[in-house]
């Protein structure tokens, strides 16, 4: 069997001939076959353009979006009434770490369910589809979730 593959392209213009301090870092993504691009720069602490997503940011993102769309197929398929998500995720990268990197991300979906479902059952079902998520199995940072079950 084929593994699924996944592409990116990155394209960036400008010049390091002007020095560390100096060079654009704002960049374009694209992810074939979408054909409009994402405009991203660097972190503002390593010189970026504040009002520009990083990848430390897509990183994070990444982690998030995974667990939601993991959710709600296990969800689904447990037939639980899930009618809103919501997370305000966090990624921590220490700066007394070597080699740098992002060392935790800690996800807080906030589920609103409708139904006789337990909240202890949603909560189950949230902790399943972690350890479904592809993005937290690739990543070697801790990744911890923080779950709030709310009713409609």
Known sequence: MAPHE???QVRWDGSTGVGYRDYPRAHSAFLPPATDGLDLSADPHFRGDADLPNP???LVLAASSCQLLSFLAVA????VDVVAYADD??????QDVTPVRITRIVLRPVVTVT??????DVVRLLHEAHDQCYIA???TTDVVLEP???RA
Do not use: K
């Not at 689904?76 to 037939?79: F, G, L, N, S």
């Open 6 to 8: 996944y592409r990116a």
């Open 56 to 58: 430390e940011q897509l």
């Open 76 to 79: 689904a398929r447990a037939e």
């Open 89 to 94: 995720v966090t990624g921590e990268m220490p």
């Open 115 to 120: 139904g006789t479902v337990s909240d202890e």
């Open 137 to 139: 199995n690739s990543l």
């Open 148 to 150: 709030l079950v709310r």
